[in-house]
């Protein structure tokens, strides 16, 4: 396990938690935490920031944890997994 930190993009968005090797710039999991993914706003702020992460970092996977969505969503880069924070935990 490496360490875990939040990501500022250069864009300005965010990612929640990055979890990486500091020394080395490599990123192991990019995870969003978002309630809902309801809002059409919300949902696009969540994918369009992971999607900045994932071509920066050449990770073809990422996460958003809900209270209770689940689906997986295909974009260019990859694919986002949506999981409830359950499932999540669970691992």
């Known amino acids: 396990m490496g360490s875990i930190a ?3 993009l250069n864009s300005g968005k965010e990612i929640d938690f990055i979890e990486g090797d500091d020394a080395f710039g490599i990123a192991y999991e990019l995870i969003q935490v978002s309630l809902n ?3 059409e706003a919300t949902r696009q702020r969540e994918v369009s ?11 073809d996977t990422a996460t958003i944890v809900t209270l209770d969505e689940e689906t997986d969503i ?10 409830p924070a359950w499932k999540w935990l669970l691992g």
Do not use: C, D, F, W
């Open 6 to 8: 939040l990501l500022k």
């Open 37 to 39: 993914m309801e809002n």
């Open 49 to 59: 920031a992971l999607q900045e992460a994932m071509s920066r970092s050449e990770k």
């Open 74 to 83: 295909t974009i260019p880069e990859g694919v986002i997994h949506v999981v």
